[in-house]
């Protein structure tokens, strides 16, 4: 008896002190009636993609504080990101808690299996979506409040595929990638169709998977076996640079092409650039682009935070001055509902409106079932730095 | 004293007598904290006190709580410690997803494809925990624990290669590479990207009734001839094994059904999210679940039931603690075990609440008036 009344009373005194956290957390605080805009995103802060969630994070709030800066009596723009752990259950949480907090518009969220989950509850909610980059097809489809700034994953494999076929046509395709992440398989799957639907010979297929991305000696010997003299490395940089160091030890040298992930390997803590001479990629963004707008965003940055901007942060970038200016063009006030807004940006995004941002050689458009217009550039690595083909 | 142990033996095993007697108590409490809770939360949701964060937990919750009972029956009643509870959660919601699909197809009512896709979750999960169950349960102690632990991986990892989809109206399945000739949207499965365009269909009610049905099965099979059989085991095998009992019957058993109601749960959380990946279930979601039935006391239903709740809602009430959120909940979680098993720290809140506690005439410290209750009822 003794037992279970102390249990109960733990148990009943931790489940007060946390159903009081939730309802102060529930009560919310609606807009205050200052001429500000409420972005929200959601995005991994903690745990293994943390990294991106944080570019995300910093990448954004960059672009927020540039607009406020410039724009002191115009609309000023608040920047909240709650931490979702690239997990659906979590961002569904964490998407649930700005709404709670008066969120009009969702720039989120970063990780693709999360943003699917969240972009259902803002379609339902009506609260307009543009995600930085969660690059999955299933985020924008059938919903037509969310659109997305990065490309898809599946399209830069078929674009990918494109520039191999064009520029490479003698060439022996291998292919390596991680077969347990979404963006991995997702680009791989648009490569391969493409690769299909043009006739053109895959000659060895390897998957790893996050459990096993550090030793690639099997991969590369089937590679190596298949007379491969061309891999397609659809990861992101921490496997690949894995994959040049075991493949340089082995004396395999074929030529590497990479996607979007592949940038920052040359700011790899402890990885030897050298051995990433002549590696291609195919990226809407790197750091070390000479436009005036990019170096200006890059050395806020690195300001702000100490590093290199890597793409995650331009696309927040992109996402919020985007947003923004959608809004100006709108002519909305800030003191209207999220559905209201929600509506008048759908107009905006999906009635041509137009942005020239980081992260594209060309101005975006949308198109009304989520899609972006850009194009991509081509890059290879020489002497240390990204030189654009 | 004396008297006390002669009716022990009188009685022949007073054990099972009391836990009789405890059934009615321990149901008791765990329907009442079920709906209870329920009428609380709809009150409260109706009269806007309680917000978006907490509302879009209802679900999660009830699935956790389902899942923390379903594993009290492996752990508190068969004795065994399974570190694979997330992979039959895996099963189920992937195959319910699955079926909700199919039916999807030709049918447009919602209840009833819910109920299908969750029996159909619970059937195979079920016969994954038969066959996961069949070679592992003549192990013991830490080695099955470390059996289920690989099982469990072994489940996503199955799950991070399994394709699924339409192809011209027809299902199709492949392992490790896409269905050929398949649109984007006729994808139900797809490896480690994994179920996207789920409908989602599940609701608090739904919680609910898969709370109270899984504490019903458990309950009940907790208090049968084969609940006592698999108790018997737990405390004394060899004692068990001479008397007849077999052995691995009994705790397949408490295995599949425990497999079972976590495919069932599995299902409703699958159904509550528009996409679900095989990395969700992975050995973290194992232990947590774990975390679930050791906090609220190994064997102790109801326990599991708050101690589910409690964990989901506080690291969501943690986000104003920004950075240091999942720093604060580790703390909270040490504290709170602390304060549960420390038995300097329970005494001090025991002797507090005993102070407070308006006394009752006839109920002593020590269970005295329980154990004779018991002991008249069976003599």
């Not at chain 1, 096993?212 to 076996?225: C, E, H, I």
């Not at chain 1, 940006?345 to 458009?365: C, D, I, P």
């Not at chain 2, 025991?350 to 006394?359: E, G, R």
Request: with cysteine.
């Amino acid at each position: 008896m003794k037992k279970t009344w102390t249990k109960v009373v733990v148990v009943a005194l931790s489940c007060m002190m946390a159903f009081v956290m939730a309802a102060c957390g529930g009560g919310g605080s609606s807009d205050s009636g200052d001429n500000t805009l409420k972005l929200g995103c959601t995005g991994p802060l903690t745990g293994p993609a943390a990294i991106y969630g944080n570019a995300v994070k910093n990448g954004g709030q960059i672009a927020v504080d540039e607009i406020n800066a410039a724009n002191p009596d115009g609309v000023q723009v608040a920047w909240q990101v709650e931490d979702d752990e690239a997990d659906g259950e979590k961002a569904v949480n964490a998407y649930n808690k700005l709404m709670d907090d008066g969120m009009q518009v969702f720039v989120g969220s970063v990780t693709s299996g999360a943003c699917v989950a969240v972009a259902e509850k803002t379609n339902a909610d009506r609260v307009f979506e543009l995600t930085p980059s969660a690059s999955q097809a299933a985020v924008t489809e059938g919903k037509d409040n969310v659109f997305q700034l990065c490309f898809r994953d599946p399209d830069q494999g078929t674009i990918s595929a494109d520039y191999i076929m064009e520029n490479f046509p003698d060439a022996k395709v291998g292919v390596i990638y991680n077969n347990a992440s979404d963006y991995s398989a997702g680009i791989f799957d648009g490569f391969k169709k493409e690769m299909d639907a043009k006739g053109r010979e895959i000659v060895a297929v390897e998957a790893f998977s996050d459990d096993a991305n550090t030793d690639f000696q099997a991969q590369l010997n089937s590679m190596k076996n298949a007379g491969a003299d061309f891999v397609f490395l659809p990861n992101y940089y921490t496997p690949v640079s894995n994959i040049l160091v075991q493949a340089d030890k082995m004396g395999y040298a074929p030529t590497f092409f990479g996607c979007d992930g592949v940038d920052g390997i040359l700011t790899l803590e402890g990885f030897d650039t050298s051995l990433a001479e002549g590696v291609y990629l195919l990226t809407p963004f790197t750091a070390s682009a000479e436009d005036e707008k990019t170096q200006n965003f890059v050395n806020a940055y690195k300001e702000a935070y100490g590093e290199e901007p890597n793409q995650f942060a331009a696309d927040a970038y992109d996402c919020v001055y985007a947003v923004y200016n959608a809004f100006n063009a709108a002519g909305v006030d800030t003191s209207a509902s999220a559905a209201d807004i929600c509506e008048a940006l759908v107009a905006q995004f999906a009635g041509g409106f137009s942005y020239e941002g980081l992260t594209a050689s060309n101005a975006m458009k949308w198109q009304a079932t989520g899609e972006v217009d850009k194009m991509p550039a081509v890059y290879i690595i020489e002497g240390g730095k990204y030189v654009e083909k | 004293m004396a008297e006390r142990i002669l009716k022990n033996i009188r009685i022949g095993g007073l054990k099972n007598a009391v836990k009789g007697n405890d059934y009615r108590k321990e149901a008791t409490i765990s329907y009442a904290i079920l709906i209870g809770g329920y009428i609380l939360l709809q009150v409260l949701s109706a009269a806007g006190i309680v917000g978006h964060n907490l509302q879009g937990q209802f679900v999660p919750i009830c699935v956790y709580v389902s899942l923390a009972v379903s594993l009290n029956l492996v752990v508190g009643i068969s004795g065994e410690l399974s570190l694979g509870h997330a992979g039959f959660m895996a099963v189920g919601a992937f195959s319910g997803i699955l079926m909700s699909r199919v039916l999807l197809q030709s049918m447009t009512f919602e209840p009833l494809i819910l109920i299908i896709s969750m029996l159909f979750g619970a059937f195979m999960a079920s016969i994954a925990g038969f066959i996961i169950g069949i070679p592992i349960l003549g192990l013991r102690g830490d080695y099955l624990a470390i059996v289920t632990l690989a099982f469990g991986e072994i489940i996503r990892n199955f799950m991070n290669v399994l394709y699924f989809g339409f192809v011209d109206g027809k299902l199709k399945f492949a392992f490790n590479h896409t269905i050929e000739g398949i649109e984007d949207t006729d994808r139900i499965i797809t490896g480690a990207i994994g179920a996207t365009g789920t409908k989602t269909m599940a609701s608090f009610t739904w919680g609910l009734l898969l709370c109270l049905f899984t504490v019903f099965i458990v309950l009940n099979l907790k208090n049968s001839k084969q609940g006592r059989a698999i108790m018997s085991i737990r405390d004394n095998r060899i004692a068990g094994e001479s008397i007849g009992l077999d052995v691995r019957k009994y705790k397949l058993m408490a295995f599949v059904v425990s497999a079972a109601l976590a495919g069932m749960a599995g299902c409703l959380f699958g159904l509550n999210y528009s996409t679900l990946v095989p990395v969700k279930f992975n050995f973290n979601t194992s232990v947590l679940i774990l975390v679930f039935v050791v906090l609220g006391g190994v064997g102790n239903i109801w326990g599991g039931i708050i101690a589910a709740t409690l964990l989901t809602i506080l690291p969501e009430t943690f986000r104003q603690f920004a950075d240091y959120r999942m720093l604060t909940y580790a703390i909270v979680l040490i504290l709170v075990m602390i304060c549960t098993y420390n038995p300097a720290i329970k005494s001090r809140i025991t002797a507090l609440w005993n102070k407070v506690k308006p006394k009752k005439k006839d109920n002593g410290p020590g269970g005295k008036p329980r154990k004779k209750k018991a002991g008249k009822e069976a003599a």
